[in-house]
């Protein structure tokens, strides 16, 4: 990898990592619903604009359906479910949580197409759920049910990126600029009657809206399009270990500009959770020095892998 790639893959888990603290910010005032409205029709008008310019067709007609599947599994309900989650749980906490993805995929691949689950994946479940143990029982989560609600909610986030990921195996084959493209208009549109029954914020707070424009603008259209570059530039695998830096981002902006306090749950936990994501994805530590050697020329086909973040 060249250094610049290194540092794209650096800055783009900087951005996702910092989407938690936003939504941290924002939610209390202008609520779960109007968070998400702004954040997924800010992002949809962004990239169509992008789109006119690449000139990127959708082919909406043929891909509509597997459009409106990631629209909800992969963008409506896990960013409206880390949106109800960000009411009670610090930004750290649901940066690490946002790292169970693999888990779940784990999980439902084994229940939903019989996928056979190695001793290695299997060890990586248990030391992950651990760590979300230690997060949640000695984070002081347990003497407030709305946290534990909040908790459970954030991981059904999670779980519905596990399961996007698994259905992205066998889907038909759509270029990943197309994927992000019509799954935020498909989530647009599954959202379209919640923004029309849920109430305004009274009076309007225009500094939260400011943060999720933000969230929109870069954490979410922004953010992929340099996902998607970076694929084109250095390859998959090496864009793939971004998920390794968001969590470690997310508890670093919580502690930073939220005064979140780092104690040695939450190390032990994002430890524990990152540990086991890496064998359940089968991450190991010589794998990093090669794709740090990882030369641009070698590159994989973009629309053969997807991402999935908050």
């Not at 032990?268 to 020095?289: D, E, H, I, Y």
Request: proline share 6%; charged share 10%; with cysteine.
């Amino acid at each position: 990898m060249k250094p610049q790639h290194l540092l794209q893959l650096i800055v783009l888990g900087a951005i996702w990592g910092s989407s938690f603290m936003f939504m941290r910010i924002a939610v209390p005032q202008l609520g779960p619903e109007w968070l998400l409205v702004l954040r997924i029709f800010s992002a949809s008008l962004f990239l169509m604009l992008i789109s006119r310019f690449l000139h990127k067709p959708l082919n909406a007609q043929k891909h509509w359906k597997h459009y409106l599947f990631l629209g909800f599994f992969n963008t409506a309900l896990p960013f409206l479910a880390f949106a109800y989650g960000a009411l009670k749980l610090p930004a750290s906490i649901l940066a690490i949580l946002n790292s169970t993805a693999p888990f779940w995929a784990l999980v439902i691949g084994f229940i939903w197409k019989r996928k056979p689950i190695s001793a290695r994946a299997a060890l990586g479940l248990v030391l992950g759920m651990g760590g979300v143990a230690t997060l949640v029982g000695l984070g002081g989560f347990a003497v407030e049910s709305d946290a534990i609600a909040a908790v459970v909610v954030t991981i059904l986030a999670a779980a519905s990126y596990g399961l996007s990921s698994i259905y992205a195996e066998f889907a038909e084959r759509v270029e990943s600029y197309a994927n992000a493209h019509g799954s935020l208009w498909a989530a647009a549109i599954l959202l379209a009657p919640l923004a029309l029954a849920t109430p305004t914020p009274d009076p309007w707070p225009p500094l939260a809206t400011g943060y999720a424009l933000v969230l929109g603008l870069l954490c979410t259209s922004t953010a992929y399009l340099m996902y998607f570059k970076l694929i084109a530039a250095a390859g998959a695998p090496a864009a793939l270990t971004v998920g390794y830096l968001i969590p470690l981002w997310g508890v670093l902006w919580g502690w930073l500009f939220l005064n979140e306090p780092v104690g040695w749950n939450t190390a032990l936990g994002a430890g524990l959770v990152l540990l086991g994501t890496a064998l359940v994805t089968g991450f190991k530590p010589q794998t990093l020095s090669r794709l740090l050697r990882f030369r641009a020329d070698k590159v994989i086909d973009p629309s053969a892998t997807s991402k999935s973040s908050s």
